[in-house]
């Protein structure tokens, strides 16, 4: 790698009227050689790529020495866009937030977040959806201790009740992820989108109450079903869990994500009868039992072996089993 960056940043290429030669160059090489690096640093969807056949390595490095002398900052350009790319793929994108004081509204530049679930649906261009946050005109968290109660209530009634206006669009309060309540935050999403809007005017002849959010609605009805959840608390919880950040999941068949024990096809039909679930014998059981919790799937080897072992005459393994007849096997989790 040095060996290419000395051949690629050459000092011969660098202005001579510049004031500081040594320090020009040391910056270009920092620069591309953190880029590629950035590069790598995504890891296997890059690696598998360019590492795995040195062939492969030593001409994409040819390739970048190439348009580097080329077009310096083109190429330093093309690698930027090139790892961004990479992100967009995992959908770490930009999002519109806003900060609400009890004075006055500043909007933020768009920040880099990690999507979630709600995201990925409503937000496809990242302008469907804002972060909000609330704060005080010092941005610290409001408290009572230093603003006035009624002012509190004032401010977050005014937009978590009515939305807000940005750009021409009005936006309404959808959820909070746990992190987002503890921080004074949520997710606005648009109210409606100027189809809705039209039909609505034509059915009424008038403009839409500030109540009116049929496409908030909708995601709510998409991402749950809250409406028989009476505690409040419990409904912002469950409803929360839909905004936190995750990574897109490509779903495959027989995919678990997590261990599994086993459960015995006997045992399993002996649950279902006690469990009055007719004919059907479930292949997957969620357990709690004295502050453990997992999940258990039916394996018939299990019953394959009971027999086959109960048939032959052969002794149980006393330190592992203690018997043939065995239900149930899963280890505990790591300790976290």
């Known amino acids: 790698m040095e060996v290419f960056i000395k051949d690629t940043v050459r000092r011969s290429d660098v202005d001579k009227t510049v004031h500081s030669l040594s320090d020009v160059v040391k910056e270009r090489r920092f620069s591309l050689k953190y880029l590629i690096e950035c590069l790598i640093s995504r890891g296997a969807i890059v690696k598998d790529q360019l590492l795995l056949d040195k062939a492969v390595w030593i001409m994409f490095l040819k390739v970048i020495n190439f348009c580097y002398l080329q077009a310096r900052e083109a190429c330093l350009c093309a690698l930027e866009r090139l790892i961004t790319m990479i992100d967009e793929r995992k959908r770490i994108g930009s999002m519109v937030r806003l900060v609400i004081t009890p004075s006055r509204i500043i909007y933020v530049v768009p920040e880099t977040i990690m999507a979630n679930r709600a995201l990925r649906k409503y937000d496809h261009d990242g302008t469907r959806m804002i972060r909000v946050t609330f704060r005080d005109d010092d941005n610290l968290i ?176 006393e330190v592992k089993f203690g018997s043939w007849d065995v239900k149930l096997m899963f280890r505990p989790s790591q300790i976290k």
């Open 142 to 317: 409001m408290r009572s201790n230093k603003t006035s109660t009624k002012l509190i209530e004032k401010t977050l009634k005014k937009y978590l009740g009515d939305g807000v206006r940005v750009a021409g669009r009005n936006f309404g309060y959808l959820g909070s992820s746990n992190s987002q309540m503890r921080d004074s935050g949520a997710y606005f999403l648009e109210k409606y989108s100027n189809m809705m809007l039209m039909e609505y005017r034509e059915m009424n002849h008038e403009d839409p109450p500030s109540t009116w959010q049929p496409k908030i609605v909708e995601a709510r009805q998409f991402l749950g079903r809250f409406t028989q959840i009476e505690s409040i608390p419990k409904l912002m919880a469950r409803l929360g869990q839909c905004f936190t950040q995750t990574r897109i999941i490509y779903r495959k068949e027989y995919t678990f994500s997590d261990g599994a024990g086993i459960i015995s096809k006997d045992l399993a039909t002996e649950i279902a009868k006690d469990m009055q679930l007719g004919n059907c014998v479930p292949s997957c059981f969620q357990f709690r039992f004295r502050g453990m919790k997992g999940v258990v799937v039916v394996d018939p080897i299990l019953d394959e072996i009971s027999f086959w072992a109960k048939k032959f005459n052969i002794p149980p393994p």
